[in-house]
């Protein structure tokens, strides 16, 4: 007999900011109805699990968890399934998996409790994945960190690119008012936060879809960098096809902004990246990143790679390699393409052996490790501002630099929560490791 009356609940979030931004939103709704959480599976009378349906890995690890609860004793708590891959699945997830007790897309996640309600009031399966966009409350998210945070500005995608599920399962591209985002970024300054994380599966389009406000993105970030006591801002995802003179100059102008953009590239060809959909060749892509240097000479660069896409020859897996050792990124995330169910590419043959993808990745995983190590030795010897976030488990400060890179460094722990700069004298693998020139402490 499953939990009528739950009084605990545990959730597991797969994917991006975006899903851990939203996770923390349900977190906030599920203690104001009155649960607690638990950090253990077992202890739990709800489960959720909040999913990712971007890759074909990320899918199959929740499958496979949501299968190994069925043949459990667990099968018999509350289990809800929210997020992408409820919205990709629908229906179907309560086909291969009974024991599921409600399904929630992204556009209802909002509804999380009157569902709850539901399902024990009815003892039936409960299914909310229509509908539009029904906007979430942010202020009551239950943030896992106390000095920097994820701000939703805009969700969905209108690009369509031809291996991407985010359109199908996000929707089209939503911008938040200005004036409730820079409210929302107040209020988490008067609480003690430095720093925020600007979200959206394409922040640079940002006010696009709401002429009327003439405010696009990078006047959202003039807006907020007059915010007193916020220390810095970041942005995540970003379309190279949107990013404009106008953003580049804001980053090299705002005292906030940090000096990283997050410029996907995912191939190398163009003929791959037409048959992508990206809207944009890799010359006109060169010529971006060209313009943002000599703007902004300090800028580092992110990057999203996928190798292996339907029809990738050898010579075009090469051209994006070598394109890849050309512009030398600070951050990238590389993948071997998996086709998603839903998308135009799901049409085509995924014709390159998956022995022949794990050999490019592996390739393309190699060069970003010996350019990434090439990065920290040049680190050395330079002076870097850290925002010190917390302790270690071997007792040092830890925090982040500007461009998202790890440091330790020894310290009191009063000097949680402000930025120091910092001497960088080597690495431990990824980290680096430095010291303060003169602690500062600012507030």
């Given amino acids: ?103 929630i897309g992204t556009n209802n996640l909002s509804e999380l409790n009157n569902v709850l309600d539901d399902v024990i009031e009815s003892g039936q399966q409960q299914i909310r994945t229509e509908g539009e966009y029904d906007a979430l409350d942010y202020t009551i998210a239950e943030r896992e960190h106390k000095l920097k945070g994820y701000v939703s500005i805009i969700r969905g995608c209108d690009k369509y690119c031809t291996y991407c599920v985010v359109p199908y399962t996000r929707g089209q591209e939503v911008s938040r008012p200005h004036e409730e985002i820079e409210r929302e970024v107040r209020d988490m300054v008067q609480k003690g936060y430095k720093e925020v994380t600007l979200l959206g599966q394409n922040v640079n389009s940002y006010g696009k879809d709401q002429p009327q406000s003439g405010v696009l993105f990078h006047d959202l970030l003039y807006k907020l960098d007059k915010i007193e006591g916020l220390e810095r801002v970041r942005f995540l995802t970003s379309h ?29 060809s163009n003929r791959i990246l037409k048959k992508m959909h990206r809207i944009y060749t890799k010359e006109q892509y060169l010529e971006k990143v060209a313009l943002l240097r000599s703007i902004v000479p300090n800028a580092k660069l992110g990057t999203d790679i996928i190798v292996g896409f339907c029809s990738e020859t050898d010579a075009e897996f090469e051209e994006t390699y070598q394109l890849f050792d050309e512009i030398g990124f600070s951050v990238a995330f590389i993948f071997a393409y998996s ?105």
């Avoid at 990065?375 to 917390?390: A, D, K, N, P």
Wanted: net charge positive; charged share 30%.
């Fill in 1 to 103: 007999m499953k939990t009528k009356d739950p009084k605990t609940f545990f959730i597991r979030t797969y994917g991006c900011q975006m899903n851990e931004l939203e996770s923390e939103v349900m977190v906030g709704q599920l203690k104001r109805r009155g649960l607690k959480r638990v950090l253990d599976e077992a202890a739990a009378d709800l489960l959720l699990y909040n999913t990712c349906s971007i890759r074909d890995l990320a899918e199959r690890k929740v499958m496979g968890k949501l299968g190994q609860l069925g043949r459990s004793k667990m099968r018999n708590k509350l289990i809800g399934v929210t997020g992408c891959m409820a919205m990709a699945k629908k229906e179907t997830l309560f086909k291969k998996l009974p024991h599921v007790d409600f399904v």
């Fill in 240 to 268: 190279p096809i949107d990013i404009s003179v106008e953003l580049m100059e804001a980053v090299r102008d705002l005292r906030t902004v940090c000096e990283f953009v997050h410029f996907p590239l995912q191939a190398g």
């Fill in 339 to 443: 086709p998603r169910k839903g998308t135009p590419a799901m049409r085509w043959a995924d014709d390159v052996p998956e022995e022949v993808k794990q050999e490019r990745l592996h390739r393309l995983l190699d060069l970003y490790e010996k350019k990434a190590a090439q990065e920290r030795m040049g680190l050395i010897g330079s002076q870097m501002e850290v925002l010190v976030e917390g302790v270690n488990k071997n007792g040092q400060l830890k925090g982040t630099t500007r461009c998202w890179k790890n440091v330790v460094l020894d310290g009191n722990e009063s000097l949680i929560g402000s930025l120091q700069m910092v001497d960088i004298q080597g690495f431990n693998h990824s980290t680096l490791t430095g010291i303060i020139q003169r602690p500062l402490i600012l507030t």
